[in-house]
């Protein structure tokens, strides 16, 4: 049995999407497995009309149970519902009259964690009011959880920040980037340090670029109005695809907490370059998709314009200015109507100075370079391609791969990245959520990109669903004489 941890959890948007489709089933996870026993307590809030019982009764639908399931119905009757407009300050003395009873009844040690899953706009006046009407003014810890996005650009992120800091200190401040939550995405750490034949090479001497690929195979669906006002250079680079990158060229940390993973990382943000007009018209490429054989083009989708300049996907290379990385790019891509649903981060390892096995006579293909492929979902495991003699006669090389996959019935262990989370905040370990300072420097980082593409009107439709993006993603990388390792029609 696990460690048993004891908050109350206040869940402001507490009958949304989110909450219905991922909170709540990962807190029944964590109650199974002991995380949360009998010394929790749940207060669900949103503008939705609902009695205790009603949301029990949308909770328990939630869990994918029968009805009947004791464990479910028990776990069930922790959570009470109060309607509550977060704008109306009187509202919280309610709550808190809820809170206090709740901390009574199953002795909560006044632990309060506050789940904003509400749209940004209101995390700043939730904040506020929090402290100012006293629901934070209690013995335990209180600590308040933010969903994405923090903000559209750096200056938009550092007022929301500036709010969220007059009630919370930094440490009591879990910005949720459910990315760092996956398996694999936490093995990347494991396999860095973990391995001195990896961490040895793991440098500009042997590594000749790293690309990672967040592919999408679906479109927009119903997130339209949302993702035309952000597009894939905010949705995806500025939190995932910075934190995949952070990780994989971060310097080995003093200790594997939180405070010293967050200080290495922000140390390698400080050597991203920051890419000016020039470069950043040259090292980023954007893409919308248009139509297919059975599918709309983007600006056809239902809540888009039909002259929308969205980006519905991005690549782009980064340069990191240090000892380490300085000439060694990190090639990076995503976007929406790709031709699969995968992430991956494939390590090119740089070939053999001399390549001992091509003479003539042998008529051998030249070298493969080594390439270490993490594969983060949908299935999670590594390859690693090395040469091999090929069997038989003669001497001729070939490559071969080393395979480790996570199996079935390990994959369906695995925690779901929000049961991890919420299981860390109730810790108190911020290690796997995003820090301020990372924040702001992805901002900064990705702001400029964005300056430069909103000067420019893009040729766009310019990639066909199914396909891997537009000809210039190959372009970008073809141009430093590489390919991408994950490519169409090999
Ligand atoms: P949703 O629209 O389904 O739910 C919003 C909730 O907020 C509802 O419970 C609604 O009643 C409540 N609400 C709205 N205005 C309110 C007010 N003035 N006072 C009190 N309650 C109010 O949204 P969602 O999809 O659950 O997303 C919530 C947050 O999580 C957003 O910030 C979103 O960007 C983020 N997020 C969602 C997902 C997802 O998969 N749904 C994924 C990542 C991040």
């Known amino acids: 049995m696990a460690t048993e941890r004891t908050s109350l959890f206040i869940f402001f948007g507490g009958t949304g999407d989110l909450a219905y489709r991922k909170l709540y089933p990962s807190m029944f996870n964590l109650y199974k497995k002991g995380t949360l026993r009998e010394h929790f307590g749940v207060i669900g809030t949103s503008r939705e009309k609902l009695t205790d019982q009603q949301f029990q009764e949308n909770v328990l639908k939630s869990l994918d149970v029968a009805k009947t399931d004791k464990e479910a119905q028990k776990f069930v009757s922790h959570f009470v519902y109060e309607a509550h407009d977060v704008t109306d300050k009187a509202h919280y003395q309610v709550l808190k009259k809820r809170a206090d009873e709740l901390d009574k009844t199953y002795k909560l040690n006044g632990n309060r964690i506050f789940y904003l899953s509400l749209a940004p706009s209101f995390f700043g006046t939730v904040a506020g009011y929090l402290k100012t009407e006293g629901l934070t003014d209690t013995e335990g810890f209180d600590r308040v959880v933010i969903e994405k996005p923090f903000g559209r650009d750096y200056d938009s992120a550092q007022q929301l920040n500036d709010a969220l800091s007059k009630s919370f200190e930094e440490k009591q401040i879990f910005r949720i980037d459910h990315y760092l939550g996956k398996e694999m995405i936490q093995n990347i750490e494991a396999v860095r340090f973990g391995n001195t034949i990896v961490e040895s090479l793991w ?92 599918q709309r083009a983007y600006r056809d989708e239902d809540n888009v314009p039909h002259d929308s300049n969205n980006d519905t996907f991005v690549a782009g290379k980064l340069l990191f200015d240090n000892y380490r990385w300085s000439g060694t790019p990190f090639y990076i891509r995503t976007g929406k109507m790709l031709a699969d649903k995968f992430t991956r981060v494939d390590v090119v390892f740089k070939k053999p100075l001399i390549d001992i096995f091509s003479f003539p006579q042998n008529q051998n293909a030249p070298l493969e370079a080594n390439v270490l492929t993490m594969y983060i979902e949908p299935h999670a495991g590594f390859t690693l391609r090395l040469n091999a003699k090929t069997n038989g006669q003669g001497f001729q090389t070939e490559p071969i791969n080393l395979d480790y996959f996570v199996d079935a019935k390990d994959s369906k262990a695995t925690p779901e990245p929000y049961e991890r989370l919420i299981h860390d905040v109730m810790k108190g370990d911020g290690t796997n959520f995003s820090s301020w300072q990372e924040v702001s420097y992805a901002w900064r980082f990705v702001d400029q990109i964005r300056k430069v593409w909103d000067l420019q009107k893009p040729q766009f439709p310019n990639y066909t669903p199914g396909s891997m993006g537009p000809a210039a993603a190959d372009e970008l990388i073809q141009r430093d004489h590489r390919q991408w390792v994950y490519r169409l029609n090999k």
Not at 234 to 262: G, K
């Open 203 to 294: 440098n500009n001497r042997y590594i000749d670029n790293i690309q990672v690929t967040l592919s999408e195979k679906l479109g927009v669906e119903e997130r339209a109005s949302y993702y035309d006002n952000s597009g894939a250079l905010r949705d995806m680079v500025q939190n995932h695809i910075m934190q995949i990158v952070n990780l994989l060229a971060m310097e080995q940390p003093v200790s594997f907490t939180d405070v010293d993973i967050r200080a290495e990382k922000v140390k390698a943000l400080r050597s991203l370059r920051v890419y000016n007009v020039a470069e950043a018209s040259t090292n980023f490429v954007r893409g919308q998709y248009g139509a297919g054989d059975s």
